[in-house]
């Protein structure tokens, strides 16, 4: 049997690659200029998972980490700031992929590096959090910090919400509503979302 050690940290790991094997094809996908659609469904893919991903991080693993690291509260700080930088780099994404008259200028292949950067900086904080956590775990808990992040990241928002409260009382509620008015609209734009193809609505031209 896997420790929980193990669990959580292949959990993250997994995470970590799929978010990257994401990125990387967003990318190829632009460069190869491949159909709308396709572009569109495969940058979807990626936002969707890099903000459910850091919304169930911050659900489950912060407040383990600000309790039981030394130094807990700096690093939780140090990670959220990081957060909110995806977020808004994701948004950015978005607002390029959908023609909004202040991206639509911007290059994406611009857009598309900050996103990478701004994944892999996120990525190596969070690494670095769960294995410190994953380490003052003691055995015989059989993943319960895994299968809570697998959890409430299927439940997390859609969207990014750099603004919004990521830790603290009201980051439940803060959650909660943004899965519902991200849900909203979802299907109002027609993404695709856990799997599901919603009618497709086409964006702004990507050329």
Request: with cysteine; glycine share 8%; net charge positive.
């Amino acid at each position: 049997m896997r420790t929980m050690q193990d669990s959580l940290l292949t959990a993250i790991g997994a995470s970590h690659r799929v978010l990257g094997e994401q990125l990387v094809m967003v990318g190829r996908a632009v460069q190869e200029r491949e159909s709308t659609r396709a572009i569109v469904q495969k940058t979807d893919a990626f936002m969707i998972h890099a903000c459910r991903h850091v919304s169930a991080t911050c659900a489950v693993i912060l407040p383990a980490a600000r309790h039981r690291l030394p130094g807990g509260r700096h690093r939780v700080q140090l990670y959220i700031h990081q957060v909110r930088r995806l977020e808004r780099s994701v948004a950015q994404m978005k607002r390029r992929l959908y023609g909004a008259s202040r991206s639509i200028r911007l290059p994406w292949a611009q857009v598309w590096e900050a996103m990478q950067h701004e994944l892999e900086e996120l990525m190596a904080i969070e690494l670095a959090i769960v294995a410190d956590v994953a380490a003052g775990v003691g055995p015989g808990t059989d993943g319960r910090l895994a299968r809570r992040l697998a959890g409430s990241e299927a439940g997390s928002p859609t969207r990014p919400h750099p603004n919004s409260p990521h830790t603290g009382w009201l980051a439940p509620l803060s959650r909660r509503f943004w899965v519902r008015a991200d849900s909203f609209w979802d299907a109002v734009e027609g993404r695709v979302v856990a799997g599901a193809v919603k009618a497709f609505k086409a964006p702004a031209r990507l050329a």
